[in-house]
């Protein structure tokens, strides 16, 4: 059977979610920055997200049911997703040779941004947000490395953690930022893990293809053995490879598939099918390809390969923690 991308769904969606995501994301600004320390609450669903986008890809319809049934869901922004240069040269207009450090940081708060109001239509408030404000693109360097200098962005040339519009977590919690070091992004997680006592983690896959994804990974397994966390660890995976997700485009009566290209699978290093499929409802998939599309300065570089994660289910895959 020949597929065809529902067009017109996401063409009606994203008319939809322009004004709205506008309006969730306009305000936040105002005293944002004084927010008070955070003595995180217990939640029922914690999602450690690399980037600012990567919640909604693996997870957006998991938060919704979440949500639904009156769970606690708490999201993790171990980065700002402030080192992508094609993103920061279509929002400022600016050629990549021309792009600053005041351009990520610029790039930074957007994405800030963009997550509150992505976070506002799945159900989630400011409140059961988290800003980590490690350096993207670079995070597999701080996870492996040992004592000695933090790594260094060569994007926003920062070494320590920040929020430009949501002060990261190390701050609020501490009164001052965290080197990028080893010891500083797993002395957060612990305890954001211990504060939130959840039953249920997601995170980026251990055979994701983007290093961040992996040392997002390894942080949390890692935080997971060196608190005790009893909790369920869930996988979702962003980056599998060229034909992943499968099929393209938005088709939110179809479900996720493996593809094979000249011998190759895709999804790359998971096993399939996955042990966990989670079913989304049409108003479901519509509402994720709306959260998808808040996460604008993505969308308006990366639209067909974000909104063909937009299905008819989510998928998940397990592993005991170390």
């Known amino acids: 059977m020949t597929r065809r991308p529902l067009v017109a769904f996401s063409e009606l969606v994203i008319a939809l979610v322009v004004g709205c995501a506008c309006v969730a994301a306009r305000g936040t600004d105002i005293a944002v920055r004084d927010m008070a320390p955070p003595g995180l ?31 606690r869901v708490r999201i993790v922004f171990v980065t700002n997703g402030d080192g992508y240069p094609r993103a920061a040269s279509v929002l400022t207009g600016k050629p990549i040779s021309g792009l600053r450090s005041a351009d990520y940081i610029e790039l930074a708060a957007t994405r800030q941004r963009e997550a509150i109001a992505a976070a506002t239509l799945l159900g989630v408030g400011l409140s059961g947000l988290v800003f980590l404000g490690y350096p993207d693109g670079v995070l597999e360097q701080v996870y492996t490395s040992a004592s000695g200098a933090p790594a260094r962005s060569p994007w926003t040339a920062r070494s320590a953690t920040y929020g430009p519009l949501v002060i990261d977590y190390h701050t609020r919690a501490h009164g001052r930022p965290a080197a990028y070091e080893h010891v500083g992004v797993l002395a957060d997680i612990e305890e954001v893990l211990r504060q939130s006592e959840p039953a249920r983690i997601y995170v980026t896959d251990q055979a994701d293809l ?113």
């Not at 914690?46 to 639904?68: K, N, R, S, W, Y």
């Not at 479900?255 to 699978?265: F, I, K, P, R, W």
């Not at 998971?270 to 989304?280: A, E, F, G, K």
């Open 41 to 71: 609450a217990r939640v029922d669903v914690l999602v450690f997200a690399p980037h600012p986008d990567d919640e909604v890809i693996g997870t957006g319809g998991v938060i919704q049911q979440a949500a639904a049934k009156g769970e």
């Open 210 to 322: 983007h290093p961040d994804h992996r040392a997002t990974f390894n942080l949390v397994r890692d935080a997971i053995a060196g608190t005790g966390s009893t909790a369920q660890l869930l996988m979702y995976d962003v980056h599998g490879g060229q034909c992943w997700p499968w099929p393209p485009g938005p088709t939110p009566f179809e479900a996720l598939e493996s593809h094979m290209v000249d011998g190759s699978t895709f999804p790359i290093g998971v096993q399939w099918p996955p042990p966990i499929s989670v079913t989304l409802t049409e108003h479901e998939s519509t509402l994720k390809l709306r959260a998808m599309a808040a996460h604008r300065s993505q969308w308006n570089v990366d639209r067909a390969y974000l909104e063909s994660f937009v299905k008819s289910d989510e998928v998940f895959w397990t592993v005991a923690p170390r």
